[in-house]
């Protein structure tokens, strides 16, 4: 891969990475070092890749199989805060942060799916091709982290 192309890649697609790893990781700079091994994966990756949209793929893939490597990793097993978190990540608004902590709070099988289906666009066929599932196990997951997340948010507002 010429540099140049690298570079245009990975402006474009580390974002992407690291809100993947985030959500794994729940660790600002872990998800920054997991952002560092994609992309020097990608820099060396040998396979042509057709189109963007195929690189995005790839790199997502890549990013959720580095990333439950790291998490069943001895040494990984300590975790942050969410309260340590959502201060190291700034919010324009005080209901993006209380959100970002209700989804941050589901469980990671949850939040994988959430996060893959409204916020990279993936449909159900590619988060199940993404994750190695069945369809009909991300459309459960789906509606299961919908129907916990509106329970949560449904006791946020009440109790606030």
Not at 45 to 64: G, K, S
Not at 129 to 155: F, G, H, N, W
Request: proline share 4%; charged share 30%.
């Amino acid at each position: 891969m010429e540099r140049s192309e690298f570079y245009r890649l990975a402006r474009r697609y580390q974002d992407t990475v690291f809100r993947i790893a985030l959500n794994y990781f729940r660790s600002v700079p872990d998800a920054e070092d997991m952002v560092q091994e994609v992309l020097i994966k990608l820099y060396t990756a040998r396979q042509p890749f057709q189109n963007d949209e195929h690189v995005r793929y790839w790199l997502i893939r890549v990013t959720v199989n580095l990333c439950k490597n790291a998490l069943r990793s001895p040494w990984r097993k300590r975790r942050v805060s969410l309260d340590e978190l959502s201060a190291a990540i700034p919010f324009e608004e005080p209901a993006q942060s209380d959100l970002f902590l209700t989804v941050m709070s589901l469980p990671e099988k949850y939040r994988t799916v959430l996060y893959l289906f409204y916020y990279e666009d993936c449909t159900v066929k590619d988060i199940a091709r993404l994750l190695d599932l069945k369809e009909s196990a991300v459309t459960t997951r789906l509606s299961r982290a919908r129907r916990a997340l509106r329970s949560e948010l449904m006791e946020v507002t009440y109790d606030g």
